[in-house]
């Protein structure tokens, strides 16, 4: 099996690594992608911490890939892209928004990824942060 991850943030990579731990076997492979804009050297920090968090916390997948790309204003594209380029089998993104009665809602590149996707999506809750 072959997941890609799409993540933004430590806490997201963790939300992913806690969805995939028990489903992710020695056999499967896991990409993770980060977008961030090319100027916004905080977002690339971010997205290169959110990005030093997966091998870690999937020190027992066969293999596990990570790859930061550029942000052109179209995220869900880049991650839908990523997807079809790697033959992933799933791919897994977080909610993104939490609101104040404690539910989540899906943001609009997990919208976007949903309606765009030619392969299974799983959605996991936003994690505070």
């Known amino acids: 099996m072959h997941y890609l991850a799409g993540t933004a943030s430590v806490h997201t990579t963790a939300a992913i690594c806690d969805y995939l731990d028990g489903r992710a ?3 499967d492979t896991v990409t993770v992608v980060a977008v961030a804009p090319p100027t916004d050297t905080t977002a690339r920090r971010d997205a290169q911490e959110a990005l030093n968090v997966a091998p870690v916390r999937l020190a027992t997948v066969d293999e596990v890939t990570t790859e930061l790309r550029e ?3 179209d ?6 892209e990523a997807a079809a ?3 992933a089998d799933e791919l897994v993104i977080t909610s993104a928004y939490g609101l104040t009665d404690g539910s989540t809602t899906v943001g609009s590149t997990a919208h ?3 309606e765009g996707a030619t392969r299974p999506v799983v959605v996991i809750p936003a994690l505070e942060g």
Do not use: Q, R
């Not at 995220?75 to 839908?80: G, Q, S, T």
């Open 25 to 27: 076997t020695a056999t």
């Open 71 to 73: 942000d052109d204003g």
């Open 75 to 80: 995220p869900a594209k880049i991650l839908l």
């Open 85 to 87: 380029a790697t033959g």
């Open 112 to 114: 976007t990824v949903l």
